[in-house]
């Protein structure tokens, strides 16, 4: 009785060792698919957030006794952000725009606005520039007789509002010049007077 009664003991524990390991096991895979599905969850919130049209708009005010003014619309959709900039009030001829790191325009000259944006401390350069440029060096535009002007891109670059600080433009400030750049003289292209800026910010 005693051989039976200690096989009976040990098949139980057996039986009951092996529930639990059961139990055990399905309690992982439990937790394995919730915490797929949590993964799953932020990446649509992600890929919602991405998909979302978000859209500021500023306007440009005269700085260093100019009359340049005008409004520069930042738009991003689908991870890529669109500007487009109408200026007026500027001499005839090629002007520099840039984004500059603070969205401060108090000073009468703008350099409240600070040097360059330049998140990853590249060297000044044109856009695209396989040697390095800035992420605020945005380029030349052209104002006519007029002294009215326009200039617009797109970039996967920038992003409004995001958590990527070496991407996200709000914040920052835009800046029309004087002159041209000519994209090699450091830090800034030597593009004379800041005549417009605004700051980006949204209302």
Not at 109 to 131: I, L, M, R, V
Request: hydrophobic content about 30%; some cysteine.
């Amino acid at each position: 009785m005693k051989k039976v009664s200690i096989v009976f003991s040990a098949l139980a524990l057996m039986a009951f060792t092996s529930c639990n390991d059961g139990k055990k096991k399905d309690s992982e895979e439990m937790d394995k698919m919730e915490q797929s599905d949590m993964e799953k969850d932020e990446m649509m919130k992600e890929k919602e957030e991405m998909m979302k049209e978000k859209t500021v708009t500023i306007q440009l005010e005269s700085k260093s006794e100019s009359n340049a003014t005008g409004t520069v619309s930042f738009t991003e959709k689908d991870g890529v952000v669109k500007m487009e900039s109408k200026l007026t009030g500027l001499e005839p001829g090629t002007h520099a725009i840039h984004i500059h790191e603070k969205g401060d325009c108090s000073a009468p000259d703008g350099k409240s606005a600070g040097g360059h944006w330049n998140p990853t401390f590249e060297q000044h350069g044109k856009w695209g520039d396989a040697e390095g440029y800035h992420k605020g060096d945005i380029g030349n535009f052209e104002a006519d007789e007029n002294g009215d002007g326009s200039i617009a891109m797109q970039t996967d670059e920038w992003c409004i509002g995001c958590d990527d600080s070496k991407k996200n433009i709000l914040g920052k400030g835009i800046i029309v010049h004087q002159g041209a750049d000519d994209f090699t003289s450091q830090p800034s292209g030597a593009a004379g007077a800041r005549v417009s800026c605004g700051g980006i910010i949204e209302q």
